[in-house]
Nanobody, 118 residues
Framework: QIVESGGDLVQPGGSLRLSCVAS????????LAWHRQAPGKQRELVAR?????????ADSAKGRFTISRDNEQQQNTVYLQMSNLKPEDTAVYYC????????????WGQGTQVTVSS
């Protein structure tokens, strides 16, 4: 089970932290990622972090967002700390668990809405 939280309405320039809990010991070995989908646009990768803690960011997230994770046997949590938010960051943010760099099943959360507006 994957459950996101933390979405909110925030003003431009503000900060927000998203959390995602991936329940199940298998997720200790999975890459955890954040994707987002804005209205009328395709879902896109924002950031991912491997089981070993190596992060990767989309160009739009570099310098503003930080991904991190806490690994516990039955509950793995991934965070996305977002700062200097812009209106173009408005989207539904989805948590994803996948076996990257290997192939296999991946899992999605239900999404959490982030709205950046004054």
């Amino acid at each position: 089970q994957i459950v996101e939280s933390g979405g909110d309405l925030v003003q431009p320039g503000g900060s927000l932290r998203l959390s995602c809990v991936a329940s199940g010991s298998i997720f200790m070995f999975y890459t955890l990622a954040w994707h987002r989908q804005a209205p009328g646009k395709q879902r896109e990768l924002v950031a991912r972090i491997t089981s070993g803690g190596t992060p990767h960011y989309a160009d739009s997230a570099k310098g503003r967002f930080t991904i991190s994770r806490d690994n516990e046997q039955q509950q793995n949590t991934v965070y996305l700390q977002m700062s200097n938010l812009k209106p173009e960051d408005t989207a539904v943010y989805y948590c994803n668990a996948n076996p990257y760099p290997y192939t296999g099943n991946e899992y999605w959360g239900q999404g959490t809405q982030v709205t950046v507006s004054s």
